[in-house]
């Protein structure tokens, strides 16, 4: 039968392991857990964290686009307006 262990208690020997340099062998045997898991979860969370930057990348590229759309969106309001200033005063014969 497959033992599940808490996030929180996963992050805590994963943290023994990658932060306070314990050997993988050492950490097993302390806490019980077969030395093939902490190897697995190990790799699953380099996945998931490299996935995470991933996505905090994306997600600031898309931040950068957004705000240079934002002020092209502002400048052409600005044409925009002036545009119709001209329009307006060329009708009327305002020039």
């Known amino acids: 039968m497959e033992r599940r262990y808490e996030k929180s208690f996963k992050l805590k020997i994963l943290q023994m392991i990658s932060q306070e340099n314990q050997p993988i062998l050492q950490v097993a045997r302390e806490f019980g857990v077969p030395e093939k ?45 002036s545009l119709l200033r001209v329009i307006y005063c060329l009708v009327n014969n305002r020039f």
């Open 37 to 81: 898991t902490l190897y697995h979860w190990r790799s699953t969370y380099k996945k998931d964290d490299n996935q995470r930057r991933i996505v905090e990348g994306k997600i600031k590229a898309d931040h950068k686009v957004i705000r240079g759309l934002q002020h092209q969106i502002k400048e052409l309001r600005e044409k925009n307006e």
